[in-house]
């Protein structure tokens, strides 16, 4: 079981990570949108994370934020409000790069399962953890997809 620490430790790990991709340096305040009620197990850290993030506030939303990037700690989801902090073009050429990786990697892993020898041959343990990549890399892929959508229509 996760405890209310360890999620603390994800969610500012992660809003770190949304500083380092996005180029926002850690002098400038952010905003944190968490989509949950009140009563979620980082409630009581709020202030840890505000200190240690340089959030300016942190508030409960009952739906999702455009415009922000969003993470996700074991259930909950956060959003972090992009608006002014964002190059949109840079964004999405580092989109495309990535979805071409993804795409890459999705084919070298169709190329095995559509392999009839390797198939045959390989052990169920290996045949599961390649169908399980291509599961992976098909829903990082559409994952990106719709952040490219979303970009797009700001």
């Known amino acids: 079981m996760v405890t209310g620490f360890e999620t603390v430790k994800e969610a500012i790990s992660s809003i770190r990570s949304v500083r380092k991709d996005k180029d926002i340096p850690n002098k400038e305040q952010l905003e944190l949108y968490i989509l949950s009620d009140?009563?979620?197990?980082?409630?009581?850290?709020?202030?840890?994370i505000k200190k240690l993030c340089n959030l300016s506030e942190v508030k409960f939303v009952s739906e999702k934020q455009?415009?922000?990037?969003?993470?996700?700690?074991?259930?909950?989801?956060?959003?972090?409000?992009?608006?002014?902090?964002?190059?949109?073009?840079a964004e999405l050429e580092k989109i495309r790069e990535e979805i071409e990786y993804h795409k890459g990697f999705l084919s070298s892993v169709m190329k095995k399962l559509d392999n009839e020898r390797f198939v045959q041959y390989a052990p169920a343990s290996v045949l599961d953890l390649e169908r399980k990549k291509k599961s992976d890399a098909e829903s990082k892929i559409k994952s990106l997809e719709e952040r490219k959508r979303e970009l797009k229509s700001l």
């Open 38 to 48: 009140s009563d979620n197990p980082v409630s009581g850290y709020l202030p840890v």
């Open 66 to 89: 455009d415009g922000s990037a969003s993470f996700m700690t074991g259930t909950t989801e956060y959003f972090i409000p992009l608006e002014g902090k964002l190059d949109v073009e």
